[in-house]
């Protein structure tokens, strides 16, 4: 079975500084991987999606990931965090007819 | 124009009574879910329905039963309520077909419906 694991459940970074929220994989192939996003009180929104494709994948508000197959890695990655960006992020695998969620990482964003 | 839509928002209800959620979505989607996320934001796939059909019941309860009217329509319903059904609910929807497999095709959520059982 496919799963991900998210290696931090808190990410706490000062507005302008880097975002890295990082997530391994577990797949006996090359998987499709996503990152979803959640606001406080709103739903999941995509934010980029792999598909075997370039293995640099740029998503919305600045937002990329990169798989990297030796590793099993598809960490996000922002270059300068902005208030907005506080909330909670998902790496999410598909499966058949479904996604699997990671367990989420809360991103907390200070002035 | 709301994509996929859900309705309540928020429902406060006691132990032992039925409730149902309405998810609605305009995308013209062929396949529609069910998804719980608990107190601690683990979100878990409960039901996907494809036109109308059920393909996935990841060993749900049989309280809960969705039903689905036409394929843009997938409400829940859930019968005899009990405290650890309180979660959020959401609903989404994506275009593949029930034989897409492994699907890559974005799934679209709605707002999350807020269910709490006193």
């Known amino acids: 079975a496919q799963s991900v694991t998210q290696l931090d459940s808190h990410v706490s970074v000062s507005e302008g500084t880097p975002v890295l929220l990082r997530c391994n994989y577990s797949?006996?192939?090359?998987?499709?991987l996503f990152w979803y996003v959640q606001h406080p009180n709103k739903g999941l929104q995509l934010l980029l999606k792999y598909t075997s494709a370039a293995t640099l994948v740029k998503g919305i508000n600045g937002f990329e990931a990169e798989f990297k197959k030796s590793e099993t890695s598809f960490h996000l990655t922002k270059p300068s965090a902005h208030m907005s960006d506080a909330a909670e992020y998902f790496c999410v695998v598909p499966g058949f007819q479904k996604l699997v969620f990671g367990t989420g990482t809360r991103l907390l964003v200070s002035p | 124009d709301t994509a996929v839509s859900q309705t309540p928002k928020y429902l406060v209800t006691q132990m032992g009574n039925d409730k149902s959620i309405k998810c609605e979505q305009n995308l013209g989607h062929d396949t529609m879910y069910w998804y719980k996320q608990d107190s601690k934001k683990f979100l878990k796939i409960m039901f996907s329905?494809?036109?109308?059909?059920?393909?996935i019941n990841e060993t749900v309860p049989n309280r809960f039963s969705p039903k689905s009217p036409d394929k843009a329509h997938l409400n829940l319903h859930i019968n005899s309520l009990e405290l650890g059904d309180s979660a959020v609910y959401f609903c989404?929807?994506?275009?593949?077909?029930?034989?897409?497999?492994?699907?890559?095709?974005?799934?679209?959520f709605g707002p999350g419906t807020r269910l709490t059982v006193l």
């Open positions: 989404a929807s994506s275009q593949g077909g029930r034989l897409a497999g492994t699907s890559t095709d974005t799934q679209y």
């Open positions: 329905y494809n036109n109308k059909e059920l393909i």
């Open positions: 797949s006996s192939y090359s998987p499709s």
